[in-house]
């Protein structure tokens, strides 16, 4: 099947409107199952109950904390 060129003018037929149709339908169905088994994987990372795109860890809210002790990091800037 040849399709028309860009600026080209021609009529375009049933049967390639119909073809088209086809070929979106199949990419939608594999956008469907890409979705499906990248919902899957995702799940089964995270534990029950914990909502998705809320990553294992610190809880929201809290801030970091430096094993030695104070709330925020020291600055990087020479005292003095």
Same mark, same amino acid.
């Given at each position: ?60 809210? &809290?801030?970091?904390? &430096? ?6 990091? &020291? ?6």
């Amino acid at each position: 099947m040849a399709m028309a060129e860009p600026g080209e003018s021609r009529p375009v037929t049933i049967s390639e409107v119909q073809q088209l149709v086809k070929r979106k339908d199949e990419i939608e169905a594999q956008i469907k199952a890409c979705y499906e088994l990248l919902e899957g994987v995702s799940a089964a990372g995270r534990p029950a109950g914990r909502p998705a795109g809320r990553p294992a860890g610190r809880p929201a809210g &809290r801030p970091r904390r &430096r094993p030695d002790g104070p709330l925020f990091p &020291r600055s990087k800037r020479a005292s003095g």
